[in-house]
């Protein structure tokens, strides 16, 4: 599947009517194992419907906002990615009425504060 295919505007998302829709909302910047078992995790509670990713906006990602899109596309486990300023989330929930969000943004900059920290003490040596 070309991965293109799975980056929805804003708009397109919208028109996504599928029970069991699953939104996990997060910045999507360095992937590491553990955020890819986290949604791993998710989509193994998802009986039936689609994972669509939200990419956050960020000005403290390592990554621009378009390249964190195409990454989270080319993730097998998510069907959807769309890409959101702030203030763009209540009102995409509100439209979806997904049957679950999963807002991963904090354990992410957790992750990546943890990945940076690591860096450090290993120049440090």
């Known amino acids: 599947m070309d991965t293109r295919a799975k980056i929805l505007s804003l708009e397109e998302v919208r028109y996504l009517d599928t029970p069991g829709l699953v939104l996990v909302a997060s910045t999507f ?10 949604l791993q ?4 509670r ?9 990419v956050l906006p960020s000005e403290e990602a390592f990554l621009s906002q378009p390249a ?4 989270a596309a ?3 486990v998510i069907d959807y990615v769309v ?3 702030s203030g763009d989330l209540e009102p995409l929930i509100a439209a ?15 992750r990546n ?6 860096v450090r003490r290993q120049h440090s040596v």
């Not at 590491?32 to 986290?38: D, G, L, M, N, T």
């Not at 998802?46 to 939200?54: D, E, F, K, Q, W």
Request: charged share 30%; glycine share 2%; with cysteine.
């Open 29 to 38: 910047d360095l992937l590491r194992a553990s955020f890819i078992e986290e």
């Open 41 to 44: 995790a998710i989509r193994q």
């Open 46 to 54: 998802m009986r039936t419907g689609l994972l669509v990713a939200a």
């Open 68 to 71: 964190r899109v195409k990454m």
């Open 74 to 76: 080319a993730l097998r």
């Open 83 to 85: 890409a959101i300023e």
């Open 96 to 110: 979806l009425a997904p049957v679950e969000v999963a807002c991963l943004e904090a354990s992410d900059a957790r």
């Open 113 to 118: 504060r943890e990945l940076i920290e690591h």
